[in-house]
């Protein structure tokens, strides 16, 4: 189980975040709305001074673009906050094979199991967030809602690569969350702060539920099925 927290807004932030169990740092470059966009300079900084893996939240669509971005900030993954046209991916593996990409589902509807579908075959993992692509000001993550589970359920099922689960999760609904989606990781950034700040007490808290969430999973998945005892 990854646990990835995001909009990591300086280096203090990251040493918060790392020590308090964080496995993934999620750092926000320019978006058309949303919190916890930092400069290039400063992500490139944090990336290099951290042994963890870290992604570049990115809201370009043009591979070229983003290629170039990648470069300036040299993280270990790019997360790829709005949809990409076709043929997209195949260039960014191309020219980026040892980078991990990460497609953003935004799950508005029915049409978003689809979607995720499509894109799984193109990347290493789907993050399943709530934002809305089609505003006029497009909401590509930090909403900090709650979308439907239910979907988002089926698409952890069924995509064949790690599912991460964003929006609107708390200490207090997390392991709800993954009890009912079956995520292979999770994604926090306005749930884990107090004022806007990175609060150590939500961290903790945050981290321990979906440690023992997975730890009863995992206690669960070994039991001896009652027909062989």
């Not at 497009?138 to 809602?145: A, P, S, V, W």
């Not at 995520?183 to 107090?194: H, K, N």
Request: aromatic residues 2%; charged residues 20%.
């Amino acid at each position: 189980m990854e646990i990835k927290i995001c909009c990591i807004s300086s280096h203090d932030e990251a040493r918060l975040a790392l020590d308090a169990g964080a496995d993934i740092l999620g750092l926000v470059s320019a978006m058309p709305s949303g919190p916890g966009v930092i400069g290039e300079d400063l992500i490139a900084s944090i990336a290099s001074s951290v042994s963890a893996q870290t992604f570049l939240l990115t809201s370009l669509c043009e591979p070229e673009a983003i290629i170039a971005q990648h470069g300036r900030c040299g993280t270990t993954a790019i997360q790829l906050c709005d949809a990409l046209p076709p043929g997209s991916h195949a260039r960014l593996r191309e020219a980026l094979p040892r980078t991990r990409l990460v497609q953003v589902i935004h799950v508005t509807g029915e049409a978003s199991y689809d979607e995720a579908m499509a894109a799984a075959r193109d990347v290493d993992a789907l993050l399943l967030d709530s934002g809305n692509p089609s505003l006029q000001v497009k909401e590509l993550g930090g909403t900090g809602r709650v979308h439907d589970w239910s979907i988002s359920r089926r698409i952890c099922a069924d995509a064949g690569v790690p599912v991460f689960l964003a929006g609107g999760l708390r200490p207090e609904n997390v392991a709800e969350a993954l009890a009912h989606t079956g995520a292979s990781g999770v994604d926090i950034c306005s749930g884990v702060r107090t004022e806007g700040r990175l609060d150590r007490e939500k961290l903790d808290r945050f981290v321990a539920a979906v440690r023992e969430s997975q730890s009863l999973t995992v206690a669960g998945s070994q039991r001896t099925p009652k027909h062989l005892l």
